[in-house]
């Protein structure tokens, strides 16, 4: 007989309930089986100049070369990108809601799969090198994974 144990968790998940061991092994098989279904796009995404994982409050919306993918399972897309080592930009963590607007409207697009526009990046209607736009959040407080933070060089082009 399976032993029962409490699940731990976040927000969004089933903490203090009580779960079998079969009940935690399907929700792990699942969740593996959710993140090898990412694997064509995240492979898409890495071979993609620009490519990368961006997650707000409104949900994640993994970039790649011509189309985007969207409506998906954030925690398992996230974990399955880092893992793969794609870029990660998580804007959830920002704490000062106003400067996270700011930089909604204020920072250049990613080049994502095209060349960047010329230097000055500056508003929404410029693309800027990944790394460029990766520090500008990870300054306002965002979680950036698989990028080394962008040389002072760089931010003293734009």
């Known amino acids: ?17 009580v779960h079998t061991a079969r009940d935690l092994y399907q929700e792990v098989t699942d969740r593996v089986q959710s993140a090898a279904g990412y694997a064509d796009d995240i492979a ?4 993609t100049k620009g490519g990368h994982l961006f997650v707000s409050s ?7 070369q011509e189309w985007q993918l969207s409506g998906c399972n954030v925690p ?6 880092i893992a793969a080592g794609l870029p990660v930009i998580d804007s959830r963590c920002i704490d000062d809601k106003p400067d996270l607007w700011l930089l909604a409207v204020d920072v250049p697009m990613v080049a ?3 060349d960047v526009s010329p230097t000055p990046w500056k ?7 990944l790394e460029y736009v990766a520090g500008l959040y990870r300054a306002a407080g965002a979680e950036v994974h698989n990028l080394p933070e962008a040389v002072a060089s760089m931010r003293e082009a734009a």
């Not at 007989?1 to 309930?17: C, F, L, Y």
């Open 1 to 17: 007989m399976a032993k029962n144990t409490t699940a731990q968790g976040g927000k969004g998940s089933s903490a203090g309930r």
């Open 44 to 47: 898409a995404a890495l071979a």
């Open 58 to 64: 409104g949900g994640a919306i993994l970039y790649k």
């Open 76 to 81: 398992v897309l996230k974990l399955a990108c």
């Open 112 to 114: 994502v799969g095209r």
């Open 123 to 129: 508003g929404a209607v410029s693309y800027a090198p």
